[in-house]
């Protein structure tokens, strides 16, 4: 939807609490802005209010209809199956969000943050605190980029030139550069920010977000997975281990990172389709699991891969890759001190192999 401009004018100072939106669009994404107050602007987005209480949203335009001698607002409403405009402003004019998947964008929690919706996830309504803290995160993480984030970056393209997929800026060596100053939870994002890496690596290298220069979608996903993949991320797959040992309350503050068995649901939010290999799925066989991905991946494919490693395999990393067209596989941050990219034969070889941290195959998904 793009916006829709016209000639007249609305003054807002009778809006209730004057919080406003345009509607714009790029590739082909509905995105809220900030209101302008813009003469030529006909349609706003404003809450729609229930006894004080905000529950959904409404589009309203801007110009005035004159009604007897008296202004009114347009309401886009649904009546029988079809988007109308009307000046009565009933319940079919209120807009919900709806989820597409088991996953909170960055921009349904940044109007809940603006108190115009509540937000439900997991079966419970958010905690507004966590939401904000979450947020401030966000802001504070924007203001470091701003002052000069970016030698961390590398062009992908520029340096192998063997693939279009991997035609894109992708993010790497998560542990130095700024990513010890960028905040995620409680802690900083070079400890725990390799699933979060990972899945903006590949949905970047698929186009399902932009080529960013300033790293906002990074920022913005940063949010979706402190609010939605901190939970239960101890690397156990038996959940009453993570329950004795009060995994959530610590995972909250971030230093357990994120669950990439949830990269999933961010995925289906994205509109992303996927394959998953999970070794749960082979009776907790991660060299089958492995060996299953590999038979069915393809030359230009973007893969997320999850490894268990170091003592009773607690610990855990994750980084993206495509196959070339060469068929070697190459890895984007495999390693969160790694300079450069790195390649291997198969997936097999990169998350099973037996080193003094011993690492084994956890999950794995393939881009389609």
Not at 18 to 38: C, G, L, Q, Y
Not at 52 to 63: A, E, H, M, Q, W
Not at 140 to 145: A, E, V
């Amino acid at each position: 939807m793009s916006c829709i401009y016209s000639s007249g004018s609305h003054n807002i100072s009778n809006s209730r609490n004057r919080k406003v939106s345009d509607i714009s669009s790029d590739n082909r994404k509905i995105t809220f802005e900030a209101d302008k107050n813009d003469d030529s602007q006909l349609w706003e987005v404003l809450p729609y209010w229930t006894d004080d209480y905000p529950y959904g949203l409404v589009i309203r335009s801007k110009v005035m209809v004159d009604d007897s001698g008296v202004g009114k607002s347009l309401y886009l409403s649904y009546d029988n199956g079809k988007i109308i405009a009307t000046t009565d402003r009933d319940p079919f004019c209120r807009i919900n969000l709806a989820d597409i998947a088991d996953w909170v964008r960055f921009g349904k929690m940044y109007i809940t943050d603006q108190k115009w919706i509540s937000l439900i996830m997991n079966d419970k309504k958010l905690d507004f605190d966590d939401l904000r803290d979450s947020l401030e995160n966000y802001e504070s993480n924007k203001t470091i980029i701003i002052n000069g984030f970016g030698t961390n970056v590398l062009s992908a393209k520029s340096l192998l030139n063997i693939s279009s997929t991997c035609a894109v800026d992708v993010l790497y060596q998560q542990k130095f550069n700024y990513f010890p100053n960028l905040k995620f939870g409680e802690t900083i994002m070079s400890e725990v920010a390799c699933e979060i890496i990972a899945t903006y690596n590949a949905l970047k290298m698929k186009s399902y977000i932009s080529n960013d220069t300033d790293y906002d979608c990074f920022l913005r996903l940063a949010v979706e997975f402190e609010l939605g993949a901190m939970k239960s991320t101890i690397p156990f797959d038996i959940p009453p281990i993570s329950d004795i040992i009060g995994v959530d309350s610590m995972a909250h503050k971030g230093v357990w990172g994120s669950e990439p068995k949830k990269i999933g649901r961010c995925l289906e939010a994205y509109n992303a389709p996927y394959k998953r290999f999970d070794r749960n799925y082979y009776d907790g066989s991660h060299k089958f699991a492995a060996f299953q991905m590999d038979s069915e991946v393809n030359n230009s494919d973007v893969v997320i891969l999850s490894l268990n490693f170091k003592d009773f395999y607690l610990a855990i990393h994750t980084f993206a890759g495509y196959q070339g067209t060469d068929g070697l596989l190459y890895c984007i941050n495999q390693y969160s001190n790694a300079t450069t990219l790195t390649n291997a034969n198969d997936i097999n070889s990169v998350t099973n192999y037996n080193t003094d941290s011993k690492h084994i195959f956890r999950v794995g998904y393939i881009l389609l």
